[in-house]
């Protein structure tokens, strides 16, 4: 089984090693508790044919006050072994210290017109969070390409931004949303949902498809696409939707009309329980 390196040191001296001998390297950043989703894009990472570092980090930045930052899942030995199954080549576990070496109230980033809309908005200092480890994590590895998946859909978008402004040399690739036969996207918080929750639980897909049919039926009122998914959901009396929302699929701008020019992507977070989930779907190419 591969064996989780901690130091920044260490890390740092396998991927020099690897670009002297002419390898890329790419980039998975993780917060454990992996399942197919992530396996897919450390695969991804693999047909670069360079070196694949995966990072384990749950961030505690990216935790509001009330959030599951204590029982979010650890599960490092079964993280391990698929992470090798997967192709992976060094795993980074770094600790808090490592990665904040002045504490959590240190440097941090922002991304400005993506940090405070949607997942922004509900999580107040997410983003920041998000934007600051990445940031953190591309300094460390020096990746030529890093992974990331379209569930998290802002966040990649947000990422994407940090890249371009800050002129970050690293090539962002989004791999598709994997989901389970009825649809639910694959997330580690899928874990704490109980059977009749994450039966439940599809309804959020089952929405975004209805809403993606409709579009492609010629409805191009995006508030009467909003009301497609809110009136989805609510249909599952268990499930607390949190926003449903129809967006400019490049800038999150909400959007009055989907014209024809437009790439238009339904998002959605709702509560299943005390679960909070969120997934998207992109409406029009």
């Not at 992976?88 to 941090?108: C, H, K, M, Q, W």
């Not at 591309?138 to 992974?147: C, G, K, S, T």
Request: aromatic content about 6%.
């Amino acid at each position: 089984m591969l064996e989780p390196v901690e130091s920044i040191k260490k890390l740092r001296a396998a991927v020099a090693a690897a670009r002297g001998s002419g390898r890329r390297v790419s980039f998975v950043p993780t917060m454990g508790a992996l399942h197919e989703g992530h396996t897919r894009l450390i695969e991804r990472c693999r047909a670069e044919a360079g070196l694949v570092v995966v990072s384990i980090f749950v961030n505690p930045t990216q935790f509001g006050p009330n959030e599951d930052l204590t029982r979010y899942p650890r599960t490092l030995l079964e993280d391990l072994r698929k992470c090798e199954a997967a192709g992976a080549d060094l795993v980074f576990v770094p600790t808090e210290a490592a990665i904040y070496p002045r504490g959590r109230s240190a440097t941090f980033v922002e991304v400005p017109g993506l940090s405070h809309v949607l997942e922004g908005a509900s999580r107040p200092d997410h983003f920041r969070g998000v934007a600051t480890v990445v940031l953190a994590l591309f300094e460390i590895v020096r990746p030529d390409l890093a992974v990331f998946g379209q569930k998290d859909y802002q966040q990649q978008l947000l990422i994407r931004r940090m890249i371009e402004d800050l002129h970050v040399p690293v090539e962002l690739v989004v791999v598709p949303t994997v989901r389970e036969p009825d649809g639910l996207a694959m997330s580690s918080r899928n874990r704490y949902l109980d059977p009749a929750q994450r039966k439940a639980a599809a309804v959020l897909f089952r929405a975004l498809r209805h809403a993606r049919d409709s579009v492609a039926d010629g409805e191009r009122d995006a508030n009467r696409v909003r009301q497609i998914l809110d009136r989805t959901i609510s249909l599952e009396l268990s499930v607390k939707l949190d926003y449903a929302e129809v967006a400019d699929a490049n800038s999150l701008e909400s959007l009055v009309v989907i014209e024809p020019e437009c790439r238009a992507v339904a998002l959605v977070a709702a509560w299943v329980g005390s679960t909070r989930l969120i997934d998207n779907l992109i409406l029009t190419e």
